[in-house]
């Protein structure tokens, strides 16, 4: 029988850790001067009011007076420092914290280097952590000062309670579309029947949240009226997995974790990709197939895997597995996800949509989803040892 209650225990520890990441696909650009694409010898264009910019000649009509330009960020500090976790960057952290948790010394806050470079790219920042009334755990991952110092430092930081199960997790449950693989089925189906705008217009803005999802759901399903049923096939040569997936899963095998797709899109993919990758359990939509067999309807029939039933499937596998919901995480993209996001130990935002980063537990937004690893504090070298 699977352990009574899988709600998440009181926790075991008083500290938190923050992963750093420094953002190396998308550094912060400087122009060397020397750089400059002229030289003194190129002649001077001449000057005159044509070859102003619209906004720039002054005008008595005030609607069309250029508007004061936005207020500038934080300067970029990488650049100065080095495109990486420098000694300066985790002392400003270091600083920052002490800033929003008034009784944290500097000297109770302990880091460690998860790759062994020179030119570290991700570290574990640990400090002890009592919740208050003013701070919590929330009001840190969210604090305008982390955000700064994220900015200004060209890094993403994920805080999560240091305990002992933040380490050793044994479920991983996984959004499909646009985590697990690159593409919106949905939308790649539409392109084959020249209505991937107006699908992918309604796609994206209920990934967005701005749209429920299961009547979204419906809608584009009908557009797909008449779509050849070998439509499956068709798009297996069109799929491509996001960077990092395959390794993290062979990774997580190794691990002993369950795994699990669970899919706003369609059980005849879910279940191909759950094949490819090992998953030990998928869990998509059915779209009805016309009575011949050749064509789709456009309607849906079972029940629809939308946000609430993505996060009653993560309580139905932990239970059935007898696994700690705080042993649990989850990745996803949309905002769909965030209800599993939520209810697991660990919820990940991975290349995620506006609303779904300023709402999830965490984001991440580097290259490879092979990332993961390090939120549990395993570093590049073990993550080497776990892929081959």
Same mark, same amino acid.
């Given at each position: 029988?699977?352990?009574?209650?899988?709600?998440?225990?009181?926790?075991?520890?008083?500290?938190?850790?923050?992963?750093?990441?420094?953002?190396?696909?998308?550094?912060?650009?400087?122009?060397?001067?020397?750089?400059?694409?002229?030289?003194?010898?190129?002649?001077?264009?001449?000057?005159?009011?044509?070859?102003?910019?619209?906004?720039?000649?002054?005008?008595?009509?005030?609607?069309?007076?250029?508007?004061?330009?936005?207020?500038?960020?934080?300067?970029?500090?990488?650049?100065?420092?080095?495109?990486?976790?420098?000694?300066?960057?985790?002392?400003?952290?270091?600083?920052?914290?002490?800033?929003?948790?008034?009784?944290?010394?500097?000297?109770?806050?302990?880091?460690?280097?998860?790759?062994?470079?020179?030119?570290?790219?991700?570290?574990?920042?640990?400090?002890?952590?009592?919740?208050?009334?003013?701070?919590?755990?929330?009001?840190?991952?969210?604090?305008?000062?982390?955000?700064?110092?994220?900015?200004?430092?060209?890094?993403?930081?994920?805080?999560?309670?240091?305990?002992?199960?933040?380490?050793?997790?044994?479920?991983?449950?996984?959004?499909?579309?646009?985590?697990?693989?690159?593409?919106?089925?949905?939308?790649?189906?539409?392109?084959?029947?020249?209505?991937?705008?107006?699908?992918?217009?309604?796609?994206?803005?209920?990934?967005?949240?701005?749209?429920?999802?299961?009547?979204?759901?419906?809608?584009?399903?009908?557009?797909?009226?008449?779509?050849?049923?070998?439509?499956?096939?068709?798009?297996?040569?069109?799929?491509?997995?996001?960077?990092?997936?395959?390794?993290?899963?062979?990774?997580?095998?190794?691990?002993?974790?369950?795994?699990?797709?669970?899919?706003? +899109?369609?059980?005849?993919?879910?279940?191909? #990709?759950? *094949?490819?990758? @090992? =998953?030990?359990? $998928? /869990?998509?939509?059915?779209?009805?197939?016309?009575?011949?067999?050749?064509?789709?309807?456009?309607?849906?029939?079972?029940?629809?895997?939308?946000?609430?039933?993505?996060?009653?499937?993560?309580?139905?596998?932990?239970?059935?597995?007898?696994?700690?919901?705080?042993?649990?995480?989850?990745? +996803?993209?949309?905002?769909?996800?965030?209800? #599993?996001? *939520?209810?697991? @130990? =660990?919820?990940? $935002? /991975?290349?995620?949509?506006?609303?779904?980063?300023?709402?999830?537990?965490?984001?991440?937004?580097?290259?490879?989803?092979?990332?993961?690893?390090?939120?549990?504090?395993?570093?590049?070298?073990?993550?080497?040892?776990?892929?081959?």
């Amino acid at each position: 029988m699977p352990p009574a209650t899988l709600a998440p225990s009181a926790p075991t520890s008083t500290a938190l850790v923050a992963t750093l990441f420094y953002k190396a696909d998308t550094p912060h650009y400087f122009p060397h001067p020397d750089a400059s694409p002229r030289s003194p010898t190129d002649p001077i264009p001449s000057a005159s009011l044509e070859s102003l910019k619209d906004g720039a000649i002054p005008t008595d009509n005030l609607s069309s007076y250029p508007l004061e330009p936005p207020t500038p960020g934080p300067n970029p500090l990488d650049h100065i420092y080095g495109s990486y976790i420098s000694q300066n960057c985790l002392t400003d952290f270091f600083s920052t914290l002490v800033t929003i948790v008034p009784t944290l010394s500097k000297d109770a806050i302990e880091s460690r280097r998860l790759q062994q470079d020179k030119s570290c790219k991700v570290v574990e920042v640990r400090f002890p952590f009592s919740p208050s009334t003013t701070v919590t755990l929330e009001t840190i991952r969210r604090h305008e000062n982390i955000s700064r110092f994220e900015r200004e430092w060209n890094v993403e930081a994920v805080f999560q309670e240091d305990t002992v199960h933040r380490r050793y997790k044994r479920l991983a449950v996984f959004d499909m579309d646009s985590t697990l693989i690159q593409q919106e089925v949905i939308d790649e189906i539409a392109a084959l029947i020249g209505v991937q705008d107006k699908v992918s217009a309604i796609t994206a803005a209920a990934m967005n949240g701005e749209l429920d999802f299961e009547a979204s759901l419906r809608a584009r399903c009908k557009l797909l009226t008449g779509v050849p049923s070998s439509v499956w096939e068709t798009l297996k040569g069109r799929i491509t997995m996001n960077e990092g997936v395959p390794e993290l899963l062979r990774a997580l095998k190794r691990l002993g974790f369950k795994t699990a797709v669970l899919s706003g +899109g369609f059980t005849p993919l879910a279940e191909w #990709m759950a *094949g490819r990758l @090992g =998953l030990d359990y $998928a /869990f998509a939509n059915h779209l009805v197939v016309s009575p011949d067999g050749q064509t789709l309807t456009g309607e849906l029939t079972g029940e629809i895997v939308h946000a609430e039933k993505k996060r009653q499937h993560v309580l139905e596998i932990a239970e059935k597995e007898g696994i700690l919901l705080e042993q649990t995480v989850c990745i +996803g993209d949309g905002a769909n996800d965030l209800p #599993m996001m *939520g209810v697991a @130990g =660990l919820g990940v $935002a /991975f290349h995620a949509k506006p609303n779904v980063q300023l709402q999830a537990p965490a984001r991440l937004n580097s290259k490879s989803m092979l990332d993961v690893l390090y939120l549990f504090g395993i570093s590049r070298e073990e993550q080497e040892v776990l892929i081959r």
